[in-house]
């Protein structure tokens, strides 16, 4: 079983829609959720850190944490094209020695 | 405030050969995490050094070695190069690293290296 498991896509929506992107992780004891952005050919970029049960908001960006369910999603609203990337979803484990990354989930969005 | 840059850029070498990539992490950032990043295998955890001290290793063989200094920076090498090598190294700095559960574990990634092995 792998620590954080992403659909690997590719997902795509129109451009002003809602894009949901969903991870989820097998430690139940992980205490810190971070999603990244990465432009092909680019470095991943920070967008959300998550650390408690709930909702969490930036600007057009929505983390959501369900610790019992072990899942986290991030939301993004009135997708633009320039979002479209590889969204990878990274979770620090309870021993907390390490981040656990997915394979990313590749979002495209359509004019 | 700069942020994390890796050196050098790109980097061809050929099997059997060593490479040193090197890592300055933001300023005041203590952690530095070096990862592996390949379409097949994804994001792999190499080691994380904070304090000069290797804190954690992930599954790499002894060919992949690291070290940080005195500034926090950090530099990473590899040893008897293999096709397999081939890979974008990322490093990422954070202010305390992955033991901290809280904003100071946020990792900040560089660049990257792009090694091609021939």
């Known amino acids: 079983q792998k620590e954080v498991e992403q659909n690997s896509g590719p997902l795509s929506v129109p451009e002003g829609a809602i894009a949901s992107l969903n991870c989820t992780y097998s430690?139940?004891?992980?205490?810190?959720f971070f999603w990244y952005r990465q432009y092909s050919g680019k470095s991943p970029e920070l967008i959300m850190s998550i650390y408690s049960n709930g909702d969490k908001e930036d600007g057009r960006f929505t983390a959501q944490l369900n610790k019992a369910s072990q899942y986290v999603s991030l939301l993004i609203r009135d997708s633009q094209p320039s979002d479209s990337a590889t969204y990878l979803c990274a979770v620090n484990k309870n021993t907390g020695n390490q981040f656990y990354f997915g394979t990313g989930t590749s979002l495209t969005v359509i004019p | 405030k700069a942020g994390v840059t890796q050196t050098p850029r790109y980097l061809i070498k050929t099997r059997g050969q060593q490479v040193t990539l090197s890592c300055s992490p933001i300023s005041g950032h203590r952690s530095v995490s070096w990862y592996q990043q390949t379409p097949g295998q994804g994001l792999q955890f190499l080691f994380e050094y904070f304090s000069e001290t290797q804190r954690n290793k992930g599954n790499f063989p002894g060919r992949f070695s690291g070290r940080q200094f005195s500034n926090s920076r950090s530099e990473m090498n590899v040893s008897t190069l293999e096709l397999g090598d081939s890979a974008l190294y990322l490093c990422?700095?954070?202010?305390?690293?992955?033991?901290?559960?809280?904003?100071?574990?946020?990792?900040?990634f560089g660049p990257g290296t792009r090694l091609t092995v021939l």
């Open positions: 990422a700095s954070s202010l305390f690293g992955t033991t901290s559960q809280s904003r100071n574990n946020e990792q900040f």
């Open positions: 430690d139940r004891g992980s205490q810190s």
